[in-house]
């Protein structure tokens, strides 16, 4: 069975310093894995993906994130953040084949002037 | 815009009720998936289809079924309503049986 974990529920953060929102994950076959991010009153829309390859993922909207293995992590991270980031963001582990994405509990950005 | 799209947006009714859900995946995605989302059991999948048949099924309860049509639309029937299945549902696309999911907008529903 796989499973995410994010850590934090909530991140206060100022506008322009630099976030990251961990996750980590448990899986006994390959992952791919996902960030997506929702905005008030919105669906979901995919931040970045992990498939294969380079372990550092680049996204949309300044973000990327870091596959790793021997840690089971998949943190988000953005060097320098602003106001309309201020949204949740779920962390999602998926399989090969039809497979479920299973989704972390989210972590709300909170960023302020 | 993810391309995925869901109707209604909002929709209110009674405790007892019935109602069905829309969704009509990106062009060219043959799977579609159900995921509810409420604030105590978060995101949660449900069911899967693959090309108008049943590939997967999550927490779904027994009061819900779901079908995938010939245009692959596909629609989620939740019947005899209760007020805990008072959530945000999605719907999400991807193509055959690739990894990446597209979610549509979301159907809020507000059982009372």
């Known amino acids: 069975a796989q499973s995410v974990t994010q850590l934090d529920s909530q991140v206060p953060v100022f506008e322009e310093a630099p976030v990251e929102l961990r996750c980590n994950y448990s899986?006994?076959?390959?992952?791919?894995l996902f960030w997506y991010v929702q905005y008030p009153n919105q669906g979901l829309q995919l931040l970045l993906k992990?498939?294969?390859?380079?372990?550092l993922v680049k996204g949309i909207n300044g973000f990327e994130a870091e596959f790793n293995k021997s840690q089971t992590s998949f943190h988000l991270r953005k060097p320098s953040v602003h106001i309309s980031d201020t949204a949740e963001y779920f962390c999602?582990?998926?399989?090969?084949?039809?497979?479920?994405?299973?989704f972390g509990t989210g972590t709300r950005l909170l960023v302020s002037p | 815009d993810s391309g995925v799209t869901q109707t209604p947006k909002h929709l209110i009714t009674a405790t007892g009720q019935r109602v069905t859900l829309r969704c009509s995946p990106r062009?060219?995605?043959?799977?579609v998936y159900w995921y509810q989302q409420s604030l105590d059991q978060g995101l949660q999948f449900l069911i899967q289809?693959?090309?108008?048949?049943?590939?997967a099924k999550g927490n779904i309860l027994e009061r819900f079924s779901a079908q995938q049509f010939p245009d692959l639309h596909s629609e989620l029937n939740l019947s005899s309503l209760e007020l805990g299945d008072s959530a945000l549902y999605f719907c999400?696309?991807?193509?055959?049986?690739?990894?990446?999911?597209?979610f549509g907008p979301g159907t809020r529903l507000l059982v009372l």
């Open positions: 999400a696309s991807s193509v055959a049986d690739q990894e990446t999911q597209y």
């Open positions: 899986s006994s076959v390959s992952v791919y």
């Open positions: 992990y498939l294969s390859g380079s372990t």
């Open positions: 999602a582990v998926g399989g090969t084949g039809f497979q479920k994405l299973v």
């Open positions: 062009s060219g995605d043959l799977s």
């Open positions: 289809y693959y090309n108008g048949e049943e590939r």
